[in-house]
């Protein structure tokens, strides 16, 4: 239903997120004209050859203006785990600390690891390049920067109003994307609907859908919901119209990505090579 594509980043985003800057925690980066992979893998000692396996580009390549990049923060990237796997075994293939896999993946807890789990493998420069290139995703990024091991796509057309951070002296925990009115609100990934209906004054209507493994997507200011609490939907099915119930100053979508309980930035999780700049 929803396009993949996620155009008109308007002049307010370019000023909070200008050029030439590592933003947030240094994960993304939007070029200046003239730069390559290999100047900007220089200027903040990154590895090249890995950041242009994360964004499909050629290192000595030229970007356009605007482009945007992901950077490594914590880099990883995803595997399967095959019948008779262990952690053990997993880090010894990859060479990398068995303590590392545990951490990463949150498994401290049992340690127990099951046929068909996705795993974050943190990158070893020389082990881990040629296992990356195998790995079967659209989103290389994704296979990096998406800690929750899950592809998500943005849930409407539109521009982003606010992003996730520091706003007005509070902290503002997801992100704004501003829509047409009544647009259709597809969900970002496949799920269960736990939430659906009035929320409370500050989200208004809302939708929280459960992915599983922790993982949870929410959508605020709706005008109307579509969905029912207790449906299965899949990626992109309509879930609510855009609206501006709640604390809201326009027709927009709040849209959160939670971890286990915690709110990230969805620009870590969302396909930003996919962004036009305007």
């Given at each position: 239903m929803k396009k993949s594509k996620f155009m008109g980043l308007t002049?307010?985003?370019?000023?909070l997120l200008p050029a030439s800057t590592a933003l947030a925690d240094g994960s993304y980066y939007i070029t200046e004209g003239g730069e390559s992979i290999s100047s900007i893998a220089e200027t903040y000692a990154l590895d090249?050859?890995?950041?242009?396996?994360?964004n499909d580009l050629v290192e000595d390549s030229i970007l356009d203006e605007g482009t945007v990049l992901?950077?490594?923060?914590?880099?990883?990237?995803?595997?399967?785990?095959?019948?008779?796997?262990?952690?053990?075994?997993?880090?010894?293939?990859?060479?990398?600390?068995?303590?590392?896999?545990?951490?990463?993946?949150?498994?401290?807890?049992?340690?127990?690891?099951y046929e068909g789990q996705s795993l974050l493998i943190p990158f070893n420069e020389e082990v881990s390049v040629s296992a990356l290139e195998t790995v079967?995703?659209?989103?290389?990024?994704?296979?990096y920067a998406s800690r929750s091991g899950l592809s998500y796509i943005w849930p409407?057309?539109?521009?982003?109003?606010?992003?996730?951070?520091?706003?007005?002296?509070?902290?503002?925990?997801?992100?704004?994307?501003?829509?047409?009115?009544?647009?259709?609100?597809?969900?970002?990934a496949a799920g269960l609907v736990i939430e659906s209906g009035w929320k409370n004054d500050s989200y208004g209507y809302a939708v929280m859908i459960d992915h599983g493994n922790?993982?949870?997507t929410l959508y605020g200011h709706c005008s109307s919901v579509i969905a029912d609490v207790g449906d299965w939907v899949e990626t992109g099915q309509a879930i609510a119209l855009v609206g501006s119930t709640g604390n809201s100053t326009g027709p927009h979508v709040h849209f959160e990505i939670r971890l286990?309980?915690?709110?990230?930035?969805?620009?870590?999780?969302?396909?930003?090579?996919?962004?036009?700049?305007?």
């Open positions: 002049a307010l985003f370019l000023l090249s050859e890995l950041v242009a396996l994360m992901r950077l490594p923060q914590t880099p990883c990237f995803n595997i399967t785990v095959s019948r008779g796997d262990t952690l053990s075994s997993i880090a010894r293939e990859y060479e990398v600390d068995l303590a590392e896999i545990v951490e990463v993946n949150d498994l401290s807890g049992s340690g127990r690891i079967e995703t659209t989103d290389r990024g994704a296979a409407v057309d539109g521009f982003i109003s606010s992003p996730y951070g520091e706003r007005w002296g509070s902290f503002h925990w997801g992100l704004d994307i501003a829509a047409d009115n009544l647009s259709e609100i597809g969900a970002a922790g993982r949870q286990d309980g915690v709110c990230v930035d969805p620009l870590l999780y969302l396909p930003v090579n996919d962004i036009a700049i305007n």
